[in-house]
């Protein structure tokens, strides 16, 4: 499994020893183990990896003997961060996490036609509009639309809508290169095969 956020938009998880709840977000490094976790019946999120990426359930000591023991995970809900200033004039951020090593998780709130700056993402970037409307290059993008961005170079700003803009930002780090391939159908077609008798 690959580098993972979970944007949780609506409801809330409730881990063995923390909980997520909408907008939260909660981050595994590669190959790394979470759960289990229950949910409101209300509940809705994004799973969003920066390359494709398999799953591995521990229910094998050869898919056991995969986990990361020095694997991240982190979590926070947005009610539980105050707001604080941008450093742009009108805009203001919750910072869920930051990581020395890049790894970021943040809200932004922008008010109407103001102008987001984004500077590189050599290991990936999600920018998803939570409320609001977001410009970007001529294209309307609207809840939960959003745009991923990867490279050494500067992505493209985004502007806010009329109504203004709350826009999630999660960006990976090094660790985000570290898995690629697999897929969850693939796990699934295994799954469907085994219960068929390996027919």
Do not use: C
Request: hydrophobic residues 35%.
């Amino acid at each position: 499994m690959g580098a993972q956020f979970q944007l949780v938009v609506k409801g809330k998880a409730t881990y063995p020893n923390f909980s997520v709840e909408g907008i939260g977000v909660h981050y595994t490094d590669h190959n790394t183990p979470y759960g289990p976790f229950e949910t409101t019946e209300d509940y809705e999120m994004f799973v969003l990896h920066a390359k494709p990426a398999g799953q591995l359930f521990m229910d094998t000591l050869e898919n056991r003997a995969k986990a990361n023991p020095d694997g991240r995970e982190l979590a926070k809900s947005a009610a539980e961060v105050d707001w604080e200033d941008f450093g742009i004039q009108r805009l203001r951020k919750k910072v869920l996490f930051d990581e020395p090593s890049g790894l970021k998780a943040e809200i932004i709130q922008v008010p109407a036609g103001e102008h987001v700056p984004f500077g590189p993402a050599p290991f990936g970037r999600y920018e998803i509009v939570a409320e609001g409307t977001a410009i970007v290059a001529g294209t309307t993008l609207t809840p939960y639309n959003l745009r991923y961005t990867v490279g050494e170079d500067a992505a493209a700003p985004i502007v806010a809508g009329p109504n203004g803009l709350a826009l999630v930002m999660l960006l990976y780090d090094e660790d985000a290169s570290k898995s690629y391939g697999g897929s969850i159908t693939e796990r699934l077609l295994q799954i469907e095969d085994e219960s068929n008798g390996g027919r």
